[in-house]
């Protein structure tokens, strides 16, 4: 039954409706030789016009193996980019291509994948989710799944993310131990780990006895987002509201963007604000004062995405799995004693 509460179609259906006999219908399925190329574009054809849609291992066996995995990421996460740099060596070295599909302005998650298993991959990693859980469940019926950067619960895709709490209590002790107690969190809106690091750092905040200082702004992980908290924590400091004494960021991107804001302002970081930010994006390297940040080993996190794929492809029968891997807070620059007198 489907989640309307009507019978699935099956591979009888199909062979009804195509006139040929149902183990012709299997032979195109499985991909054997014994159907003709026109037997076997009108089995195909009528199984995508009733719904028939065959199990993972038929499916496989039906478009052959391309040994290919799909890659979705985003254009603009620069952590993505670090994640996809470590997917291609551990997939070459277990024998599969990768094929990338992006998505941006105008082109979402599902178009995305869906270019993906269009081109014939075999399984689909998936960089920073944000899809509902049930999308996924439903996608990880279709094909084997792998969601990075983001645990998935109650979905039959396979998860490989970072202890998002670890990494936060460690930015905070660090923060607290510098002195600091106006600290401030802009939040990732719907961003991977967003939740569990917003979750982390109010339990941070209340177990240091800081919970009056308690402080959430609504954000994305994005440098726009940084800029415009910026902005704002500097409107209000002219407005009479002293400034945090340190920020932690959603992401990196999110700490660049504040970094820039300040800095036009002629705020000196760390000496009149400390920032913290989170993943060890390639980019925190590169700036003229290194950025403090959570690491997330992406080579790593890539090899036990690509190992998942390939093994659930060898054994399609086998149970989501869930890697969670340490965090490291990397301390640099942007992070100081707390200058304020009244901490």
């Known amino acids: 039954m489907n989640a309307s509460g ?3 179609p099956t591979m009888a259906d199909v062979a009804a409706k195509a006139g040929v006999s149902r183990a012709l219908v299997s032979i195109v399925f499985r991909g054997q ?25 038929a499916r496989l066996l039906a478009r052959g193996r391309s040994r290919t995995l ?13 994640l996809v740099e470590g997917i291609y060596p551990e997939a070459e070295r277990l024998g599969y291509e990768v094929l990338l599909s992006a998505t ?11 270019a993906l298993l269009s081109h014939r ?77 917003r979750r982390a750092y109010r339990a941070a905040m209340r177990r240091h006895g800081l919970e009056p ?12 987002s940084g800029i415009e908290t910026g902005r704002l924590l500097l409107a209000e400091r002219d407005a009479g509201r002293p400034l945090p004494t340190a920020v932690l960021a959603g992401n ?8 820039m804001s300040l800095s036009r302002a002629g705020v ?50 086998r149970e989501p799995r869930e890697a969670v891997l340490d965090p490291k807070l990397v301390v640099r620059g942007t992070s100081g004693p707390s200058r304020d007198d009244s901490a």
């Open 252 to 259: 990196d991107r999110c700490a660049m963007g504040l970094l």
């Open 121 to 197: 991959c075999e399984a689909v990693i998936l960089l920073g989710t944000d899809a509902a859980a049930a999308d996924l469940d439903a996608l990880g019926q279709r094909t084997v799944a792998v969601s990075v950067g983001r645990r998935v619960s109650q979905a039959r895709v396979d998860s490989v993310h970072t202890a998002e709490g670890k990494g936060i209590r460690q930015a905070m002790d660090h923060l607290v131990e510098l002195g600091h107690r106006r600290i401030v969190h802009i939040d990732g809106g719907r961003g991977p780990g967003s939740a569990e690091r």
């Open 70 to 82: 799909g890659v979705m990421f985003t254009v603009h996460q620069t952590f993505h980019a670090d």
């Open 213 to 224: 200082e308690q402080r959430v702004i609504p954000g994305e992980h994005t440098e726009q």
């Open 33 to 57: 030789p014994g159907a003709s190329r026109e037997t076997r574009e009108r089995v195909l054809r009528v199984a995508d016009e009733i719904g028939y849609r065959p199990d993972n291992a």
């Open 268 to 317: 000196e970081v760390p000496r009149d604000l400390s920032v913290v930010g989170y993943d060890d994006s390639h980019l925190s390297h590169l700036m003229p004062i290194g950025l403090t940040t959570v690491r997330q080993d992406a080579v790593l996190m890539a090899e036990h995405a690509v190992r998942f794929a390939v093994e659930r492809l060898e054994n399609l029968e």
């Open 104 to 114: 941006g302005q105008g082109r979402g998650e599902a178009k995305a994948v869906e």
């Open 6 to 8: 009507k019978q699935r």
